[in-house]
């Protein structure tokens, strides 16, 4: 009984801002990597940003300087604050546990769509 859900989804004018969050359940440790991808209307699923540990985050270039993940006070917690939102932000976004240690295997979220308009 593994579950991954997101929250925070919704409409945003271009130029404003929105915080997602993920919540992970179903784990009996601390998850290390966790987190965001995304996939827009007629693109390949692409990774948004990573964060290892409470330090070591990534990003990827058109998300740099914008996008901020973080850890949250919960166990398995994770947010995403998006600034500046750009209609090419307009995704479902998704939130993602990788292979790693005894996690044999990638989780999911359901999604939660974001759609930004110019």
């Known amino acids: 009984q593994v579950q991954l859900v997101e929250s925070g989804g919704g409409l945003v004018q271009a130029g404003g801002s929105r915080r997602l969050s993920c919540a992970a359940s179903?784990?009996?440790?601390?998850?290390?990597?966790m987190g965001w991808y995304r996939q827009a209307p007629g693109k390949q699923r692409e990774l948004v940003a990573t964060i290892s540990g409470g330090y070591s985050t990534n990003y990827a270039d058109s998300v740099k300087g914008r996008f901020t993940i973080s850890r949250g006070n919960a166990k398995n917690t994770i947010y995403l604050q998006m600034n500046s939102l750009k209609p090419e932000d307009t995704a479902v976004y998704y939130c993602?546990?990788?292979?790693?240690?005894?996690?044999?295997?990638?989780?999911w979220g359901q999604g939660t769509q974001v759609t930004v308009s110019s």
């Open positions: 179903g784990f009996a440790f601390s998850i290390n990597d």
């Open positions: 993602n546990i990788p292979p790693q240690g005894w996690v044999r295997r990638d989780y």
